[in-house]
């Protein structure tokens, strides 16, 4: 009965994180800045990860793969969006939603090994995920930001997925089937919008 309510708690507690937010397409981006170092782009770009499931699917994502398999992977994928956002290479809407999901099916098997497919996986989410604000939201200040809001949530998701592995063993992997579930109807709305 325990490890039941602990399954339920973490499925509650991951669909609250992610049920006020909207998807992608349709909420604001942050102006392009106008002045070399502009301290509200910055704390705009930074608030943005927080507007959109598919930033916060990818965040939580990066921050489970980081706690259940190597640190350093919050690490490498916000290094990854950054280099992303300076690359400018926008992709199909629905790919950073079914790398996501990649990532999610990952944890539904437990704890992953931090191989080079892993590192690679995460790379490429992040690295979308940059290149896709790079033509909304240009400019120095506003990567920097995006960045740090990114790390911020990619440090929530990872201390998020230490508190499902204390409340249940299988914590991670409900986490992970949410992601799953969640990155696929993002990606399916995406390729085969109403």
């Known amino acids: 009965m325990r490890r039941l309510f602990s399954l339920l708690l973490s499925a509650v507690f991951l669909f609250a994180l992610t049920g006020t937010v909207r998807a992608h397409p349709g909420h604001p981006h942050p102006e392009p800045e106008v002045d070399e170092f502009d301290d509200e782009a910055v704390l705009s770009a930074a608030t943005h990860p927080f507007t959109g499931v598919d930033h916060v699917l990818a965040m939580l994502a990066a921050g489970l793969l980081a706690s259940v398999a190597d640190r350093r992977l919050g690490a490498g994928f916000v290094g990854a969006m950054g280099l992303g956002f300076a690359a400018g290479c926008a992709p199909a809407g629905w790919l950073p939603a079914l790398a996501a999901a990649a990532a999610g099916f990952l944890l539904l098997g437990g704890?992953?090994?931090?191989?080079?497919?892993?590192?690679?996986?995460?790379?490429?989410?992040?690295?979308?995920?940059?290149?896709?604000?790079?033509?909304?939201?240009?400019?120095?200040?506003?990567?920097?930001?995006?960045?740090?809001?990114?790390?911020?949530?990619?440090?929530?998701?990872?201390?998020?997925?230490?508190?499902?592995?204390?409340?249940?063993?299988?914590?991670?992997?409900?986490?992970?089937?949410?992601?799953?579930?969640?990155?696929l109807l993002l990606a399916g709305a995406r390729l085969f919008p109403a």
Request: glycine share 24%; net charge positive; proline share 4%.
């Open 111 to 183: 704890s992953p090994s931090p191989n080079a497919g892993l590192w690679a996986l995460v790379a490429v989410i992040g690295f979308w995920l940059g290149g896709a604000h790079a033509a909304r939201m240009g400019g120095f200040s506003s990567g920097l930001g995006l960045c740090l809001g990114t790390a911020i949530g990619v440090w929530l998701g990872a201390g998020a997925a230490s508190g499902l592995k204390f409340l249940s063993p299988l914590g991670t992997r409900v986490a992970g089937g949410a992601v799953l579930t969640t990155g």
